[in-house]
C-alpha cells in the first residue's frame, strides 16, 4: 500500500489534525497492528486538546486512487456493515517552522466500530490510546521498548493513516 502510494502522490509535509485520537487496533489473527482515527466531538465535555499527526499528500490521480484506497480500507456499501473505516473530509494545520501554517481541506480514514463499552473499557479490537497522535513515533517506541524481546507480532503496519 505504501509503495503505491508514494508512486501516486506528492508529500507535502507533517500535519495537525486537532480534536482528534488515534488507537492502536490489533487482531490476534493479523501479524501486524494499525493505527485507529477517531475525532472528539467538539461538544463533548472535559474534552482534552487532542490532535493526530499524520502526513498530508497530494493524490495526482485523486478519482483513481481513492478507489483503491477504499477498497484497501474496505470503506464503501461493498464492504460488510457496518465499515471499519469511513472516509471523511477534515481540516488539516500543515506543521511548518513558520508561524504563517496553512490550513487544508483533506480525506482521511475514521474508525467507524466502537472504541469504549458503557463501562470505559476498550472494545476488542482496539487496545489502547496512541496517547502522543503520533502512529510512527509509536511504532518506532514501542520497537525500541522490545528490541531484546521476542515478539509474538513482531511486523507493524507504518503506513496507514495517520494518512491525511
Given at each position: 500500500?505504501?509503495?503505491?502510494?508514494?508512486?501516486?502522490?506528492?508529500w507535502?509535509?507533517?500535519?495537525l489534525?486537532?480534536?482528534?485520537?488515534?488507537?492502536r487496533?490489533?487482531?490476534?489473527?493479523?501479524?501486524?497492528?494499525?493505527p485507529?482515527?477517531?475525532?472528539?466531538?467538539?461538544?463533548?465535555?472535559?474534552?482534552?486538546?487532542?490532535?493526530?499527526?499524520g502526513?498530508?499528500?497530494?493524490?495526482?490521480?485523486?478519482?483513481?486512487?481513492?478507489?483503491?484506497?477504499?477498497?484497501?480500507?474496505?470503506c464503501?456499501?461493498?464492504?460488510?456493515?457496518?465499515?471499519?473505516?469511513?472516509?471523511?473530509?477534515?481540516?488539516?494545520?500543515?506543521?511548518?517552522?513558520?508561524?504563517?501554517?496553512?490550513?487544508?481541506?483533506?480525506?482521511?480514514?475514521?474508525?467507524?466500530?466502537?472504541?469504549?463499552?458503557s463501562?470505559?473499557?476498550?472494545?476488542a479490537?482496539?487496545?489502547?490510546?496512541?496517547v502522543?497522535?503520533?502512529?510512527?513515533?509509536?511504532?518506532?517506541?514501542?520497537?525500541?521498548?522490545?528490541?531484546?524481546?521476542?515478539l509474538?507480532?513482531?511486523?507493524?503496519?507504518?503506513?496507514?493513516?495517520?494518512?491525511?
Open positions: 500500500m505504501a509503495q503505491k502510494l508514494s508512486t501516486e502522490a506528492e507535502i509535509g507533517k500535519a489534525l486537532q480534536n482528534a485520537q488515534l488507537y487496533v490489533h487482531w490476534e489473527n493479523f501479524h501486524f497492528d494499525y485507529a482515527l477517531v475525532l472528539i466531538d467538539e461538544k463533548t465535555p472535559n474534552k482534552c486538546d487532542s490532535f493526530v499527526v502526513d498530508l499528500v497530494h493524490l495526482k490521480n485523486a478519482e483513481q486512487s481513492i478507489k483503491w484506497l477504499d477498497a484497501y480500507e474496505e464503501g456499501e461493498q464492504f460488510n456493515q457496518p465499515n471499519e473505516y469511513i472516509r471523511k473530509e477534515v481540516t488539516v494545520q500543515l506543521m511548518t517552522d513558520q508561524a504563517d501554517s496553512r490550513n487544508f481541506l483533506a480525506s482521511t480514514y475514521v474508525y467507524g466500530w466502537p472504541i469504549k463499552d463501562d470505559g473499557n476498550f472494545v479490537p482496539v487496545r489502547e490510546i496512541v502522543a497522535g503520533d502512529w510512527l513515533k509509536f511504532v518506532q517506541k514501542t520497537v525500541e521498548n522490545y528490541a531484546d524481546k521476542p509474538i507480532h513482531p511486523h507493524v503496519r507504518p503506513c496507514h493513516p495517520s494518512l491525511l
